[in-house]
């Protein structure tokens, strides 16, 4: 057999270290893969490429990435905190994306970097910890020099309008389950309140002088095709989805909007021929 075959064991040894070690040659490492082959880096690379093998690349640090990570690890450390993802501001994961959040905390802990916004600042100034931005006074801070007042703000609103989402998301589930005994995935349902809350916004649907909500919380949830046990797709299907206030509910109930014009068409067509001439 000449050294060009490959035995089974051979590839079995490559295919368990190329991707942990590769064939970089680690001076510390006495076990390189080519020791352990006796077969040449070119031929090594080679027989990984045809096996589709590939170099798990957690453990390879690029200049590129070393440099990202000195420069805003400090400022973001590593967590992909709730806020910071709510206000769509990148974490260090967004910045280096081949690698981990723990690889990344690994790595800073290795080169001995640490998160601290307010290293390095000129005296009595005080950074938000969520944009990062430098103020020059404390009472721009909401609290204790975390958030500064407009992060904090806006997460305020974006709290409150996850929490309108999933509550709706709850009744709509709970909906569906009365009629189909089918609970669906709850995240889907949500990212379906969400598509009706993004095009309709939180208001009933029809908006005029009869609308009675006073708070928004009192809307509920209006099915332009009124619910059917035959299609129970329809009762989480976002476009035939809206908001209704009370007084537009009730008036609409379980009608179907075009029966619902000749309802309305022919009592008032009968309400005038009796009452007004
Ligand atoms: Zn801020
Ligand atoms: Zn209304």
Redesign the pocket.
Known sequence: MSKTDWTKEEEEILKEWYPLIGITVNPSNSNSLMEMLNRSKYSIKRKAIRLGLKRDNQNFWTKEEVVILKKWYPLIGYRNSKIRRMLKIQSMTDLIPNKSQENIVSKAFRLGIRRDPQKGLPKGHIR?S????VYTSKKYMASKGI??K??HSKSQTLYLKDDIIKRYATKLRHRYYQETNISPDFNEICNTMKEVFNKNKFECFFKDEYCNHLWAEELSIGHLNPVDKNKPEEIIYANNLFFLCMQHNQVMLDVKFDDLKELYSSMIKKYDKYYNK
Not at 130 to 133: G, I
Request: with cysteine; glycine share 0%; aromatic share 12%.
């Open positions: 938000c969520v944009c990062l931005k958030y500064c407009s992060c």
